[in-house]
């Protein structure tokens, strides 16, 4: 007879190629299976990443029936934790709190943040759905977040014992590098809150320097064509003749761009979670240029494996590219430090560790 216990995991698969989607996908193949039952339950209503967020009837009526097929899952598994990502938006949060009142009923719940900006939004929501937030969180056992610096956003809301730290991690199958050009790297998707724009604002700055000795690759699902069209504009102005664009890439193709990039950036301006993409460039041994958003910074050490700059800042990123550029010695030493901090920090193996852990604490009473 099996006596593992059960856990319960809701949470999309890609598409969209999301971080969230990236992070259940790791979970439910990871090794927590040999320790654990893992099930799990789809909650993917978009497809693509240019209808998330959108409302229509189809929409609510597909709600409605996840819903009642959860409810008939758990009381097929009879988990003991059931693990429920939460939303940082009124509907999304209002979508997530469903899931939780009726999962407390039957198994102990475990909510999980995979972002940074829950008190920016409950700041600016209304005192009915402040109160609705402290009522359905008071049903859960415990939450997840992704960096230590992210631990104060729930601590009106549960003692500290029950506010657990778990970063992404991931093993990745790294690829041999075929370019021998010097080359800097985006991969995330188009959103405006990325800041690809400023990315590029970035290299018309180096230009007018007249540092065009690299190129950069950019990969990614574009969010809307207004914003396409002004990186567009920008490229074809400024005549950016080393950039090129990639659709999202996946597997192999995705690592290769990576083992072909010589220095990573990515420079959001609207709050984080822990960038799936960090990882993966630490992963490969990239320094990364990156802004101060959710836990980059506990990936991202300023001037150690990469530098933080500050948010809408084209002429700070064109600094320290180049300076990233024209310093073979300074990209050798920060990519050794970032290889370090991935091997100790953000591998699957400790992820799974952390996650088993949560769940130990949370079986036991902890």
């Known amino acids: 007879m099996d006596n593992k216990p059960t856990i319960l995991i809701l949470g999309k698969l890609p598409p969209p190629l999301m971080g969230p989607a990236i992070a259940t996908n790791i979970i439910l193949n990871s090794s927590l299976k040999e320790q654990f ?10 497809k693509e990443v240019s209808t998330m967020g959108r409302w229509s009837m189809g929409k609510s009526f597909k709600m409605l029936s996840l819903y009642r097929a959860f409810k008939r899952l758990i009381k097929q598994t009879q988990p003991d934790i059931i693990l429920v990502p939460i939303s940082q938006t009124t509907m999304g949060f209002y979508k997530d709190a469903r899931f939780i009142s009726i999962g407390a009923k039957y198994a102990k719940v475990v909510v999980q943040l995979r972002g940074s900006n829950f008190k920016n939004w409950l700041a600016t929501a209304n005192n009915s759905t402040n109160s609705f937030v402290q009522k359905t969180l008071k049903k859960c056992a415990g939450v997840i977040v992704l960096g230590n610096n992210l631990k104060h956003l729930f601590e009106d809301y549960f003692e500290e014992k029950q ?7 991931g093993n990745y199958e790294l690829q041999s590098r075929k370019s021998e050009e010097l080359t800097i790297l985006y991969l995330a998707n188009f959103l405006p809150s990325k800041s690809f724009d400023d990315v590029l604002m970035a290299l018309v700055i180096l230009k007018e320097r007249g540092i065009t000795n690299f190129k950069l690759n950019a990969a990614g699902a574009w969010d809307n064509e207004a914003f396409k069209q002004k990186c567009l504009d920008i490229i074809k102005k400024h005549e950016l003749n ?19 990039a010589d220095v990573f950036v990515f420079c959001p ?3 984080e979670g822990h960038p799936w993409v960090i990882v993966e460039a630490m992963a490969n041994g990239l320094p990364v240029v990156a802004t101060d958003q959710g836990a980059i910074i506990e990936s991202v050490v300023n001037d150690e494996n990469g530098f933080i700059v500050p948010t809408e800042r084209p002429v700070v990123i064109a600094d320290r590219l180049e300076e990233l550029v024209g310093d073979a010695e300074l990209r050798t030493q920060f990519s050794q430090q970032s290889k370090t901090f991935y091997n100790t920090n953000f591998t699957e193996e400790k992820m799974v560790r952390n996650l088993k852990g949560v769940f130990d604490s949370i079986l036991h009473g902890q």
Do not use: S, Y
């Open 37 to 46: 039952n893992l099930v799990h339950f789809d909650t993917r209503i978009n």
């Open 163 to 169: 506010i657990f730290v778990v970063p992404n991690g």
């Open 269 to 271: 301006k609207m709050p």
């Open 242 to 260: 080393h950039v090129t664009l990639f659709p999202p890439q996946t597997g192999g193709a995705k690592m290769q761009l990576f083992a072909d």
